[in-house]
Protein backbone atom coordinates (compact mmCIF):
# COMPACT_ATOMS: atom_id res chain seq x y z
CA UNK A 1 0.00 0.00 0.00
CA UNK A 2 3.02 2.24 0.38
CA UNK A 3 1.69 4.09 -3.02
CA UNK A 4 -1.85 3.93 -2.59
CA UNK A 5 -3.68 6.74 -4.57
CA UNK A 6 -0.36 7.85 -6.47
CA UNK A 7 -0.46 8.42 -9.81
CA UNK A 8 3.00 7.55 -11.47
CA UNK A 9 4.17 7.75 -15.31
CA UNK A 10 7.33 5.95 -15.59
CA UNK A 11 8.52 6.14 -19.30
CA UNK A 12 10.17 3.30 -21.37
CA UNK A 13 8.62 0.81 -19.64
CA UNK A 14 7.27 -1.60 -21.87
CA UNK A 15 10.12 -3.60 -21.05
CA UNK A 16 13.52 -4.04 -19.39
CA UNK A 17 13.76 -2.37 -16.17
CA UNK A 18 11.05 0.24 -16.77
CA UNK A 19 8.46 -2.55 -17.06
CA UNK A 20 9.71 -4.04 -13.45
CA UNK A 21 9.25 -0.69 -12.41
CA UNK A 22 5.46 -0.07 -13.59
CA UNK A 23 4.62 -3.60 -12.23
CA UNK A 24 6.46 -3.41 -8.85
CA UNK A 25 5.04 -0.38 -7.97
CA UNK A 26 1.23 -0.88 -9.40
CA UNK A 27 1.69 -3.91 -6.82
CA UNK A 28 2.28 -1.36 -4.49
CA UNK A 29 -1.26 0.62 -5.25
CA UNK A 30 -0.03 3.36 -7.79
CA UNK A 31 -2.04 3.83 -10.73
CA UNK A 32 0.80 3.67 -13.49
CA UNK A 33 1.31 4.60 -16.95
CA UNK A 34 2.83 2.63 -18.91
CA UNK A 35 4.78 4.61 -21.49
CA UNK A 36 6.59 3.92 -24.87
CA UNK A 37 7.55 5.01 -27.98
CA UNK A 38 7.77 2.29 -30.63
CA UNK A 39 6.97 -1.01 -28.49
CA UNK A 40 3.12 -1.33 -28.17
CA UNK A 41 2.91 -4.51 -28.62
CA UNK A 42 4.99 -4.87 -25.14
CA UNK A 43 3.51 -2.07 -23.33
CA UNK A 44 -0.02 -3.33 -23.12
CA UNK A 45 1.10 -6.87 -22.62
CA UNK A 46 2.45 -4.95 -19.53
CA UNK A 47 -0.58 -3.10 -18.84
CA UNK A 48 -2.28 -6.10 -18.95
CA UNK A 49 -0.42 -7.67 -16.52
CA UNK A 50 -0.75 -5.35 -14.14
CA UNK A 51 -4.54 -5.05 -14.55
CA UNK A 52 -4.52 -9.05 -14.08
CA UNK A 53 -3.14 -8.42 -11.20
CA UNK A 54 -5.55 -6.09 -10.13
CA UNK A 55 -3.90 -2.86 -10.33
CA UNK A 56 -4.51 0.03 -12.29
CA UNK A 57 -2.67 0.81 -15.71
CA UNK A 58 -3.03 2.96 -19.12
CA UNK A 59 -0.62 2.62 -21.96
CA UNK A 60 0.39 6.30 -23.92
CA UNK A 61 2.67 6.44 -26.65
CA UNK A 62 4.79 9.45 -26.63
CA UNK A 63 8.54 9.85 -27.74
CA UNK A 64 9.89 11.74 -24.48
CA UNK A 65 12.82 13.52 -27.00
CA UNK A 66 10.04 15.50 -28.48
CA UNK A 67 8.60 17.94 -26.89
CA UNK A 68 5.16 18.31 -28.00
CA UNK A 69 4.52 14.53 -27.27
CA UNK A 70 5.73 14.81 -23.70
CA UNK A 71 3.01 17.54 -23.02
CA UNK A 72 0.11 14.92 -24.54
CA UNK A 73 2.10 11.94 -22.18
CA UNK A 74 1.44 14.48 -19.27
CA UNK A 75 -1.64 16.23 -20.15
CA UNK A 76 -3.57 12.50 -20.73
CA UNK A 77 -2.09 11.26 -17.73
CA UNK A 78 -4.10 14.45 -16.10
CA UNK A 79 -7.45 13.63 -17.97
CA UNK A 80 -6.99 9.68 -17.16
CA UNK A 81 -6.42 9.99 -13.50
CA UNK A 82 -6.46 13.76 -12.52
CA UNK A 83 -3.11 14.07 -11.29
CA UNK A 84 0.56 13.53 -11.82
CA UNK A 85 2.06 12.18 -8.21
CA UNK A 86 5.90 10.32 -9.57
CA UNK A 87 7.57 10.63 -12.63
CA UNK A 88 10.20 7.84 -13.39
CA UNK A 89 12.58 8.79 -15.78
CA UNK A 90 13.67 5.61 -17.03
CA UNK A 91 13.60 5.67 -21.09
CA UNK A 92 16.67 5.70 -22.42
CA UNK A 93 18.68 4.53 -25.59
CA UNK A 94 22.48 3.06 -25.24
CA UNK A 95 24.85 1.72 -28.37
CA UNK A 96 28.30 0.67 -26.93
CA UNK A 97 30.81 1.92 -29.67
CA UNK A 98 34.73 3.57 -29.60
CA UNK A 99 34.73 7.22 -29.61
CA UNK A 100 36.47 7.09 -32.89
CA UNK A 101 33.54 5.15 -34.57
CA UNK A 102 30.36 7.11 -33.14
CA UNK A 103 28.65 9.16 -36.08
CA UNK A 104 26.78 12.29 -35.78
CA UNK A 105 23.45 10.33 -35.91
CA UNK A 106 24.67 7.94 -33.09
CA UNK A 107 26.10 11.40 -31.00
CA UNK A 108 22.05 13.27 -31.51
CA UNK A 109 20.46 10.04 -31.10
CA UNK A 110 21.78 9.79 -27.32
CA UNK A 111 21.76 13.15 -26.12
CA UNK A 112 17.88 13.88 -27.59
CA UNK A 113 16.64 10.70 -25.64
CA UNK A 114 19.15 10.71 -22.37
CA UNK A 115 18.98 14.19 -22.17
CA UNK A 116 16.54 16.34 -23.71
CA UNK A 117 14.04 13.69 -23.26
CA UNK A 118 14.98 14.39 -19.46
CA UNK A 119 14.60 17.55 -19.90
CA UNK A 120 11.08 17.55 -21.52
CA UNK A 121 9.41 16.05 -18.65
CA UNK A 122 11.02 18.18 -16.18
CA UNK A 123 9.96 21.18 -17.52
CA UNK A 124 6.48 19.52 -17.93
CA UNK A 125 6.52 18.04 -14.02
CA UNK A 126 7.79 21.59 -12.84
CA UNK A 127 4.00 23.13 -13.59
CA UNK A 128 2.11 19.46 -14.04
CA UNK A 129 3.73 17.01 -11.05
CA UNK A 130 1.65 17.38 -8.01
CA UNK A 131 2.88 18.81 -4.60
CA UNK A 132 4.93 16.58 -2.24
CA UNK A 133 5.37 14.17 -5.46
CA UNK A 134 8.43 12.30 -6.07
CA UNK A 135 11.05 12.59 -9.32
CA UNK A 136 13.56 9.73 -9.86
CA UNK A 137 15.80 10.11 -13.57
CA UNK A 138 17.42 6.91 -14.32
CA UNK A 139 20.87 7.19 -15.21
CA UNK A 140 24.00 4.74 -14.92
CA UNK A 141 26.88 3.37 -12.84
CA UNK A 142 29.11 3.75 -16.21
CA UNK A 143 29.53 7.35 -15.15
CA UNK A 144 31.79 6.66 -12.62
CA UNK A 145 34.00 3.50 -14.74
CA UNK A 146 36.28 4.35 -17.74
CA UNK A 147 34.86 1.18 -19.85
CA UNK A 148 35.79 1.61 -23.72
CA UNK A 149 32.65 1.84 -25.48
CA UNK A 150 31.13 3.93 -23.24
CA UNK A 151 31.50 7.53 -23.49
CA UNK A 152 28.80 8.94 -25.14
CA UNK A 153 26.11 6.84 -22.95
CA UNK A 154 28.14 7.79 -19.93
CA UNK A 155 28.49 11.54 -20.72
CA UNK A 156 24.47 11.64 -21.06
CA UNK A 157 23.96 9.83 -17.85
CA UNK A 158 26.36 12.69 -16.40
CA UNK A 159 24.72 15.25 -17.36
CA UNK A 160 21.37 13.45 -16.21
CA UNK A 161 23.24 13.41 -12.52
CA UNK A 162 23.84 16.95 -12.70
CA UNK A 163 20.75 18.40 -14.18
CA UNK A 164 19.05 16.04 -10.76
CA UNK A 165 21.10 18.17 -8.37
CA UNK A 166 20.10 21.54 -9.78
CA UNK A 167 16.78 20.91 -10.49
CA UNK A 168 16.36 19.61 -6.40
CA UNK A 169 16.79 23.18 -5.54
CA UNK A 170 14.69 24.39 -8.05
CA UNK A 171 11.14 22.93 -8.29
CA UNK A 172 10.11 23.53 -4.76
CA UNK A 173 6.47 22.72 -3.54
CA UNK A 174 7.93 19.49 -1.52
CA UNK A 175 9.14 17.76 -4.50
CA UNK A 176 11.99 15.43 -4.18
CA UNK A 177 14.11 14.67 -7.01
CA UNK A 178 17.14 12.18 -7.15
CA UNK A 179 19.05 10.19 -9.97
CA UNK A 180 19.01 5.89 -9.23
CA UNK A 181 22.23 5.07 -11.10
CA UNK A 182 22.17 1.08 -11.82
CA UNK A 183 25.01 -1.18 -12.60
CA UNK A 184 25.00 -3.73 -15.44
CA UNK A 185 21.91 -5.49 -15.64
CA UNK A 186 19.90 -8.60 -17.30
CA UNK A 187 17.72 -6.40 -19.34
CA UNK A 188 17.85 -6.90 -23.77
CA UNK A 189 19.39 -3.54 -23.90
CA UNK A 190 22.18 -4.36 -21.85
CA UNK A 191 23.02 -7.87 -22.96
CA UNK A 192 23.02 -7.61 -26.24
CA UNK A 193 25.86 -7.22 -28.47
CA UNK A 194 27.82 -8.54 -25.40
CA UNK A 195 30.15 -11.58 -25.07
CA UNK A 196 29.49 -13.83 -22.16
CA UNK A 197 33.33 -12.99 -21.19
CA UNK A 198 32.67 -9.69 -21.34
CA UNK A 199 29.34 -10.40 -18.83
CA UNK A 200 31.51 -12.70 -16.83
CA UNK A 201 33.74 -10.08 -16.25
CA UNK A 202 31.28 -7.20 -14.85
CA UNK A 203 29.69 -9.65 -13.13
CA UNK A 204 32.39 -10.26 -11.10
CA UNK A 205 33.19 -6.47 -10.78
CA UNK A 206 30.81 -6.19 -7.95
CA UNK A 207 30.25 -7.71 -4.54
CA UNK A 208 27.73 -10.55 -5.92
CA UNK A 209 29.26 -12.38 -8.56
CA UNK A 210 26.35 -11.28 -10.56
CA UNK A 211 24.66 -9.36 -13.08
CA UNK A 212 21.39 -7.50 -11.27
CA UNK A 213 17.81 -8.74 -11.75
CA UNK A 214 15.57 -5.34 -13.03
CA UNK A 215 13.58 -6.44 -9.72
CA UNK A 216 16.83 -5.21 -8.03
CA UNK A 217 16.21 -1.92 -9.62
CA UNK A 218 12.54 -1.42 -9.32
CA UNK A 219 12.72 -2.27 -5.49
CA UNK A 220 15.12 1.01 -5.10
CA UNK A 221 12.41 2.99 -7.02
CA UNK A 222 10.07 1.73 -5.27
CA UNK A 223 11.41 3.53 -1.72
CA UNK A 224 12.35 6.76 -3.72
CA UNK A 225 9.17 7.23 -5.53
CA UNK A 226 7.42 6.75 -1.49
CA UNK A 227 7.12 9.33 1.16
CA UNK A 228 9.53 6.82 3.09
CA UNK A 229 12.35 8.74 1.10
CA UNK A 230 10.86 11.95 1.42
CA UNK A 231 14.02 13.61 3.41
CA UNK A 232 16.65 12.21 0.38
CA UNK A 233 16.69 14.30 -2.68
CA UNK A 234 19.21 16.26 -4.96
CA UNK A 235 20.92 12.60 -4.46
CA UNK A 236 22.04 9.83 -6.89
CA UNK A 237 21.68 6.53 -5.52
CA UNK A 238 23.89 3.77 -6.64
CA UNK A 239 22.49 0.28 -7.27
CA UNK A 240 25.24 -1.62 -8.37
CA UNK A 241 25.74 -4.37 -5.48
CA UNK A 242 29.29 -2.29 -4.51
CA UNK A 243 30.60 -2.43 -7.72
CA UNK A 244 31.86 1.55 -7.66
Known amino acids: MKLADKVVIVTGSSKGIGKEIAILLAENNAKVIVNYANSETEANETVNTIINRSGSAFAIK ?11 LFDKTIELYGKVDVLVNNAGVMNSKKLKDITENDF ?68 SVNALAPGPTETELFLTGKSP ?48
Open 62 to 72: ADVSKRKEVTH
Open 108 to 175: DHHFNVNVKGVYNTLQEAESKLADNGNIINISSSTVKLMLPTYAIYSATKAAVEQITRVFSKEIGRGI
Open 197 to 244: EFIKTLSGMNAFNRLAKPIDIARVVLFLASDDSKWVSGQVIGANGAMV
